[in-house]
């Protein structure tokens, strides 16, 4: 099995080199002016008996603000490095004599140096000029080393501070709704499931694996319970699919999600906002950067309060779909010496919502539709509904520079969360089921790298990282069995008058066996309890080889190690036994086979490797093809009866091809086609000795898309942004070991055909330091299955969500007021949906969130 995987990925790489080989013999000369500047060419040679030439320098903007991510490169020489965090950069390998430094970064003007170098140390700095009209920089750290978007040879998007503020995204999921080929369906942040090009993943659920990476401030935050509700005093958020097991780890399926906040910074500053609208939203925001002691020591703090009432109605209780928290965060920066560089950071957060509207479409065993926007729920078992959250977490850490694109980067970081959730199993405002969940997670880990550019050719990261994490995840649940018994009897659970009619006991009837005549509980209780802990040990390398002036060769490889322990136990003792159990498999209980189970230990070694070439066009435009493969993390489930189950681990292969293009300063296009090859899934195949279909984790399925993303700097103040996507994932004819799939031909759940965004965001000086803004945005996407079986009712149609946000800006001081609504065609879509009860009969839905009105003021000091 791993021979033919390395055959077939051989196969890719041979055709790659090919493509190297080929390209490499194709390289025009730099222009300069539009005219090829032959005198300034420099042959490039290494002996021994040269001297020694290094440059030193720094890239900065108009403002005198450090670019980070800017390209530097020597025209005509196989030499290029980005700038650091600070705008710093360092060459070597040049020669003496006159020597041309290129320096682009997207959104400024390309600058070009003629310097003459003298053996040693030399000082070459930039000061990049920007048009009138021009783009936003769009700095990324994805690939670990900073650069900037278009040097990025993957599918990536990133959102600043500037686009979040003028759009109102407040959550994680505001910004990958603007990402294509990412669907975001999660009913709250900690319950937070994302699909991206069209495989799904849970970060709710320990017994299910994540399909994309979350880090903030390079920390993992896989975990439901530990990811943030709000985003705060956030510097950008960087989105990159595909290719970034390599970098992340094997949580990296599909991609990774960066959420990078602001660092402390020389100088006082700061900002502070407040918020309302309806549903009784109030909200408060702000942070503090406080300079400890000159340009050694600064500090920065910053926190958000937020409070919003339910928009579902709950009978006899507060009303569901609310929210309500407070977070902060704390960082010190300190440069004990000028090569060394210490971040310490604290994240803190509290949560506690009015609970979440889980609604039935229908009633079981009638005609009766329930439309679940105008729908009241009813959870009256073990108090109010809600969800309580809080979670906490520190890291150190340390960079210490060799030089400016050489150093060594050390991690240390520790966070801890719980969680305690009731909720309604039904969905109708009876009390049938009813759920209590209760989570601990604690993360440990620890991550050292070294960050290299050899000879300014070989730029990349090689490094180690060891995470462990303890994982206990409790679910309870109370069956009011008069309603089940009902059902059970295939009797509707509602009279003729309309009213919700029990069961107090099954009728005398000898065909129904022991049970006949048995009284039925209003309350038996089940508890299920899963323990998890996981240790993993990584090993990766990831570099750009600069093959010629304007071709790269990229690759990278990791290995993960693994250990995956869990255990387990279900327990029926506390209140009422269950009667309808007895008829049952699990007897005495209902659900759940009562007993520990047994301790699993799965070990595992997980390889992602990926292979890649990069032609620069000119500056501002370039070529990528890029192949990847990458295992998906694995998991240990247990089955009702308390049996095992150890799928194998998911398969990704994947070609890739892009173009980017930023013109004039003002037009950026990301253009990207890829086909993926997925196997080793659960899927229903046929068993010919039985003749019936089982569950088998050999399914494969294969897709293709493409994506596009689009900005443009139309005039001064008017800015255009958009993004398109198509997806193709179908589940081929026959598995992986060549049987016959039960759901051939079907697409994958979550996965929307067709999606796309369009905004604009305007502004107008009415006055020296008065300007006008207003920025609308629409997103859409054509529809998609709830589940791979493509079930008939098991659809959400398409819809779009348009949101406006406008208002007044001051610039002394810097103070402004805005306005904004969200969905505010008060659009009907489904945020969400559950089905751990379908076995009862009931599949219930979260409603979208409808309109929502509020105005802010913000100030920046």
């Known amino acids: 099995m791993v021979l033919s995987e390395i055959e077939e990925s051989m196969r890719v790489v041979v055709i790659l080199l090919v493509a190297i080989m080929f390209a490499g013999t194709i390289d025009a000369q730099p222009k300069r002016g539009g005219k090829v500047k032959r005198k300034y060419r420099q042959v490039e040679t290494f002996n021994e008996d040269l001297p020694q030439v290094y440059v030193h320098g720094r890239v900065l903007n108009q403002a005198r603000i450090p670019l980070q991510g800017a390209t530097v490169t020597v025209p005509g020489m196989r030499i290029g490095v980005h700038t650091n965090s600070e705008g710093r950069y360092f060459l070597q390998g040049l020669p003496t004599g006159k020597v041309s430094i290129m320096v682009s970064y997207t959104g400024y003007k390309t600058k070009i140096i003629d310097y003459y170098l003298q053996e040693?140390?030399?000082?070459?700095?930039?000061?990049?000029?920007?048009?009138?009209?021009?783009?936003?920089?769009?700095?990324?750290?994805?690939?670990?080393?900073?650069?900037?978007?278009?040097?990025?040879?993957?599918?990536?998007?990133?959102?600043?501070?500037?686009?979040?503020?003028?759009?109102?995204?407040?959550?994680?999921?505001?910004?990958?709704?603007?990402?294509?080929?990412?669907?975001?369906?999660?009913?709250?942040?900690?319950?937070?499931?994302?699909?991206?090009?069209?495989?799904?993943?849970?970060?709710?659920?320990?017994?299910?694996?994540?399909?994309?990476?979350?880090?903030?401030?390079?920390?993992?935050?896989?975990?439901?319970?530990?990811?943030?509700?709000?985003?705060?005093?956030?510097?950008?958020?960087?989105?990159?699919?595909?290719?970034?097991?390599?970098?992340?780890?094997?949580?990296?399926f599909m991609g990774v999600v960066n959420l990078v906040s602001r660092k402390p910074v020389p100088g006082l500053s700061g900002y502070a906002s407040a918020a309302s609208g309806n549903f009784g939203w109030k909200e408060a925001e702000g942070a503090l950067n406080i300079p400890v002691y000159k340009n050694f020591v600064m500090a920065r703090t910053s926190g958000v309060y937020y409070h919003q009432d339910g928009y579902v109605e709950n009978v006899g209780g507060k009303s569901l779909n609310g929210a309500k928290m407070v977070a902060g965060r704390a960082l010190l920066r300190v440069i004990p010496f000028y090569r060394t560089r210490i971040d310490l950071e604290f994240n803190y957060q509290n949560d506690s919502h009015s609970g979440i509207a889980w609604i039935s479409k229908g009633i079981p065993d009638t005609n009766v539709k329930n439309d679940i926007f105008n729908t009241p729920v009813a959870v009256d078992w073990g108090g109010q509904p809600g969800t309580q959250r809080e979670s906490?977490?520190?890291?150190?850490?340390?960079?210490?520079?060799?030089?400016?694109?050489?150093?060594?980067?050390?991690?240390?970081?520790?966070?801890?969360?719980?969680?305690?959730?009731?909720?309604?199993?039904?969905?109708?405002?009876?009390?049938?089921?009813?759920?209590?969940?209760?989570?601990?997670?604690?993360?440990?880990?620890?991550?050292?790298?070294?960050?290299?550019?050899?000879?300014?050719?070989?730029?990349?990261?090689?490094?180690?990282?060891?995470?462990?994490?303890?994982?206990?995840?409790?679910?309870?649940?109370k069956f009011n069995e008069q309603f089940l018994g009902q059902m059970f009897l295939g009797q509707p659970i509602v009279n003729l008058e309309g009213s919700y009619s029990p069961l107090p006991a099954f009728p005398v009837d000898s065909t129904l066996g022991q049970l006949s005549g048995l009284s039925l509980p209003t309350g038996h209780d089940e508890l299920y309890k899963y323990i998890s802990t996981l240790q993993s040990l990584e090993f990766y390398a990831d570099a750009t080889f600069r093959i010629r002036p304007r071709l790269l060769f990229n690759s990278g490889i990791r290995g993960t190690a693994g250990i995956l322990s869990v255990s387990g136990d279900a327990d029926v003792s506390v209140g009422d036994p269950s009667v309808i159990g007895k008829m049952g498999p699990y007897t005495p209980g209902l659900e759940y086979k009562p007993g520990p189970r047994a301790a699993v230990t799965r070990r595992f070694i997980l390889p992602s490797w990926r292979v890649g070439l990069k032609h620069d066009f000119n500056s501002i435009s370039n070529f990528y093809l890029s192949y990847l493969f990458n295992k998906r993390m694995p998991v240990v489930s247990f089955k009702p009866a308390g049996i095992p189950h150890e799928p194998l681990s998911q398969k990704l292969q994947s070609l890739e091809a892009g173009f980017k293009v930023s013109a004039l300063h003002r037009f950026w296009v990301d253009a990207v086609f890829f086909y993926q090859i997925h196997s080793q899934f659960e899927t229903s195949v046929m068993d010919s000795t039985i003749n019936a279909y089982i569950i088998k984790d050999s399914g494969k399925a294969s897709g293709y898309g493409t994506e596009l993303q689009f900005r443009a700097a139309i005039l001064k103040g008017l800015d255009f942004h958009g993004s398109y996507s198509y997806l193709n994932i179908i589940i081929g004819k026959k598995d992986h070991d060549g049987n016959a799939q039960e759901l051939q031909g079907n697409r994958f759940g979550f996965a929307p055909e067709h999606t796309f965004n369009t905004g604009l965001s305007g502004r107008v000086n009415l006055a020296h330091d008065l300007m006008v803004f207003v920025n609308p945005y629409y997103s859409w996407n054509s529809g998609f299955w709830y589940d791979n079986m493509n079930t008939t009712g098991m659809k959400q149609d398409s819809y779009g969500i348009a949101n406006i946000v406008a208002g007044v800006e001051l610039t002394k001081p810097s103070v402004s007021v805005s306005a904004s609504a969200s969905n505010i065609l008060n659009k009907r879509y489904v945020k969400s949906l559950d089905r751990s009860n379908e076995p009862f009969g009931f599949i219930t839905y979260v409603p979208g969130s409808p309109r929502i009105l509020g105005v802010k003021i913000n100030w920046k000091f």
Do not use: C
């Open 392 to 477: 906490m977490g520190g890291s150190l850490q340390l960079r210490h520079y060799k030089n400016e694109n050489n150093y060594l980067s050390v991690k240390s970081a520790w966070s801890k969360g719980k969680l305690k959730s009731l909720r309604d199993g039904d969905g109708l405002p009876v009390s049938i089921i009813h759920v209590a969940e209760d989570q601990h997670v604690t993360q440990l880990m620890q991550e050292i790298s070294y960050h290299f550019s050899r000879r300014s050719r070989t730029n990349g990261t090689a490094g180690i990282r060891y995470l462990n994490e303890d994982h206990q995840y409790t679910v309870g649940k």
């Open 120 to 252: 040693g140390n030399n000082d070459v700095y930039f000061t990049l000029d920007q048009d009138r009209v021009a783009l936003e920089p769009a700095p990324v750290s994805v690939q670990v080393l900073e650069q900037h978007l278009l040097d990025i040879p993957a599918s990536a998007s990133t959102f600043s501070e500037t686009f979040a503020e003028r759009n109102d995204l407040r959550q994680t999921s505001d910004y990958v709704q603007l990402v294509p080929g990412i669907l975001a369906f999660g009913a709250e942040p900690v319950r937070a499931a994302y699909s991206i090009r069209g495989v799904s993943g849970d970060v709710f659920n320990p017994e299910n694996s994540p399909a994309i990476a979350f880090r903030m401030n390079g920390i993992p935050i896989n975990r439901g319970v530990l990811m943030p509700s709000r985003l705060f005093d956030m510097e950008r958020i960087e989105v990159m699919k595909g290719s970034a097991g390599t970098l992340y780890g094997a949580d990296a």
